[in-house]
């Protein structure tokens, strides 16, 4: 599965089957989390085997079953901090679905478990995402027309690509509160909407635009 495949195949999951992440798998995980870390200057670390997280009442309540494993996005208190985890998270939950497993982001439904990950001085944990083999793979969510995110009138191939694959990102909430714009200079701006977390839907979104766009097309202002 290619990264483009994995954007359009990839929904979320919140009912897992409880295997254990196969050991190459999870060696392979392991090793582009740390290339997304040292790229972004991160912290976020794939916690496996772990069950007490999704274990108790607030992750019944976000209807999660068989979560044993999920990334801690933790990372230095920055001002781009939400956008940051949110750019970095989703490209791990890409590869993820690349080598054939489920995700979802959590927000608020689940427990800290403080001994499961680290947290050093000036950093903090932002949110979490689950992972696993999913009992199902999910099914898409309901999305605003295209026309809601970009004018398109005009616009090159490549910027309505990546409007039509941002389309397709994970928010709060299938809130989808963010725009992009093509600048005179035909470069991007990218801008946040107001609502929960919607500035690491953001990133998340500018992910998945610049996937489909293609970096060598444009430079984010």
Same mark, same amino acid.
């Given at each position: 599965?290619t990264?483009?495949?994995?954007?359009?195949?990839?929904h979320?999951?919140?009912?897992?089957?409880?295997? #254990?992440?196969?050991?190459?798998?999870?060696?392979? %995980?392991?090793?582009?989390?740390?290339?997304?870390n040292?790229?972004?200057?991160?912290?976020?670390?794939?916690?496996?085997?772990?069950?007490q997280?999704?274990?108790g009442?607030?992750a019944?309540?976000? =209807?999660?079953?068989?979560?044993?494993?999920?990334?801690?996005?933790?990372?230095?208190?920055?001002?781009?901090?939400?956008? =940051?985890?949110?750019?970095?998270?989703? &490209?791990?939950v890409?590869?993820?679905?690349?080598?054939?497993l489920?995700?979802?982001?959590?927000?608020?439904t689940? =427990?800290?478990v403080?001994?499961?990950?680290?947290?050093?001085?000036?950093? &903090?944990?932002?949110?979490?995402?689950?992972?696993?083999?999913?009992?199902?793979?999910g099914k898409?969510? =309901? *999305?605003? #027309?295209?026309?809601?995110?970009?004018? %398109?009138?005009?616009? #090159?191939?490549?910027?309505?690509?990546?409007?039509?694959?941002?389309?397709?990102? #994970?928010?709060? %909430?299938?809130?989808? &509160?963010?725009?992009f *714009?093509?600048?005179?200079?035909?470069n991007? &701006?990218?801008?946040?909407?107001?609502?929960?977390? *919607?500035?690491?839907?953001?990133?998340?979104?500018?992910?998945?635009?610049?996937?489909?766009a293609?970096?060598?097309?444009?430079?984010?202002?």
């Amino acid at each position: 599965m290619t990264i483009e495949e994995a954007i359009e195949q990839r929904h979320a999951v919140r009912a897992y089957d409880g295997r #254990p992440i196969e050991e190459q798998t999870a060696r392979n %995980l392991a090793e582009y989390v740390g290339e997304c870390n040292r790229e972004g200057d991160l912290h976020i670390q794939l916690v496996l085997d772990e069950p007490q997280a999704f274990g108790g009442t607030m992750a019944r309540y976000g =209807k999660f079953s068989g979560v044993q494993n999920y990334l801690a996005l933790v990372a230095p208190k920055t001002e781009d901090f939400d956008e =940051k985890i949110g750019y970095f998270g989703e &490209k791990i939950v890409l590869y993820a679905q690349t080598l054939g497993l489920n995700s979802c982001w959590v927000a608020a439904t689940y =427990k800290k478990v403080k001994s499961a990950f680290e947290v050093g001085r000036g950093e &903090k944990l932002g949110v979490v995402i689950a992972l696993g083999y999913g009992v199902t793979q999910g099914k898409p969510h =309901k *999305s605003k #027309p295209a026309e809601a995110f970009a004018d %398109l009138n005009g616009a #090159p191939e490549w910027f309505v690509s990546g409007v039509r694959s941002a389309m397709l990102a #994970p928010t709060a %909430l299938n809130q989808q &509160k963010f725009t992009f *714009s093509l600048t005179d200079g035909g470069n991007v &701006k990218a801008k946040a909407g107001v609502g929960f977390y *919607s500035k690491i839907d953001l990133g998340i979104a500018k992910c998945h635009f610049e996937i489909a766009a293609g970096k060598e097309n444009f430079d984010w202002v």
